[in-house]
């Protein structure tokens, strides 16, 4: 039995979550400016925790939207497939173990509470050092990841990148494949002020000789990503160019689709394997989402031919139509419809707004009520 001066496990992490939390918070506080964001702090504390970030296979995911759906979909195939998974998210919806999980499973109190207190252990050994001040809350959390993901093992590891991906907490991965979503205007202040401004953070996950698959359609920031790949010497494939996807049926409900590698258009690609998925589904309603499965899966397929060999084509089928994202015009309730979303940015209003006007219940419901939560830095109007 404790005595009553001996914190019980569930007190210890209460009161390490709380220290978490008392870090400055940029998912709550905007940044001053870029400057704000930076990563030395975080590598100088993993060097010091062993660069647990280097102890396993890593699939970097950034982006505007779609970047939690591509990072689970990916984590949960592998996972289906027999792997040892990782993934993280952010932020959490309820709790912050949603952040790390370990196969499908969140990361359980015992093991959140050894890796946190493995980490302030560190920190208040360095606590006299510059960089030990500089880290944030999501600098601690990522390091928690990265740390709990070694000590458990992971094989493969699935990253969502913060705020941008250049400065990005994540960025001191070593990946074996980069991933980009669709980008448009979030977060200005912090990425600039232009397509090409935010696209150029984004790309900045692009690393020298691993190849990078993107969603990416306009034409502005295409060009930037492009750029970057070609400098980094990054093989580079894009959704509708170099992966066809070809619908077959698209309603309220989800969509049925194929989903096909081009031929080769030059020396760089001719050892990239031809492909072809059939009647595909996702029983997630959205054009939007329908790129982002797409995405996931031909990051999946690149993943099978680096090795990964379990991934077949059945686990990938099986896994895309089972897979759902809580919180992406989720559905919680009929007579009256009830309908959650996420949606923050102009980009996934507007995808919101196509998705519900493709529903009968919305076209024919007589009343209709929006209710909005949203940050301060979000462009209201």
Aim: hydrophobic share 40%.
């Amino acid at each position: 039995m404790n005595s009553t001066n001996t914190p019980t496990p569930d007190n210890r992490l209460a009161g390490l979550l709380d220290r978490l939390f008392g870090r400055i918070n940029y998912e709550r506080k905007t940044p001053r400016s870029p400057r704000d964001l930076k990563t030395e702090a975080i590598q100088c504390l993993l060097r010091e925790l062993g660069n647990p970030q280097l102890d396993y296979q890593v699939i970097h995911v950034a982006g505007t939207k779609g970047k939690g759906s591509v990072t689970q979909l990916i984590t949960k195939t592998l996972h289906r497939a027999g792997y040892q998974t990782g993934c993280y998210t952010s932020p959490h919806l309820v709790r912050f173990q949603e952040r790390i999980l370990l196969g499908d499973e969140e990361i359980d109190d015992l093991l959140l509470t050894n890796v946190l207190t493995k980490i302030f252990a560190v920190i208040d050994v360095v606590e006299n050092r510059e960089w030990s001040e500089k880290l944030t809350f999501f600098d601690l959390s990522t390091a928690a990841a990265f740390l709990a993901f070694s000590v458990s093992n992971r094989e493969i590891v699935t990253l969502e990148v913060g705020l941008g991906g250049r400065l990005d907490s994540t960025n001191v991965c070593k990946p074996m494949l980069a991933l980009i979503t669709n980008v448009s205007f979030d977060h200005e202040r912090q990425l600039g002020d232009t397509l090409a401004k935010i696209a150029f953070e984004k790309a900045g996950i692009i690393k020298h000789c691993i190849p990078t698959i993107t969603a990416a359609k306009h034409p502005e920031v295409l060009a930037v990503i492009e750029a970057v790949a070609t400098e980094r010497q990054s093989l580079l494939q894009r959704i509708e160019k170099d992966l066809i996807i070809e619908i077959q049926e698209l309603d309220d409900r989800g969509t049925i689709f194929d989903l096909r590698s081009a031929p080769p258009k030059n020396n760089a690609q001719m050892d990239q394997p031809l492909w072809h998925l059939k009647q595909l589904r996702i029983n997630m309603p959205g054009r939007h989402q329908v790129d982002n499965a797409c995405l996931a899966i031909a990051a999946l397929k690149h993943i099978a031919h680096e090795g990964f060999t379990r991934l077949d084509d059945q686990t990938i089928k099986s896994a895309a139509e089972e897979f759902v994202n809580p919180g992406r015009i989720e559905q919680i309730r009929s007579s009256p419809t009830v309908i959650l979303d996420v949606a923050h940015n102009i980009a996934s209003t507007e995808a919101l707004i196509q998705t519900l006007t493709q529903r009968t219940d919305w076209k024919d419901a007589a009343k209709k009520f929006l209710i909005v939560s949203i940050s301060r830095d979000k462009d209201r109007e």
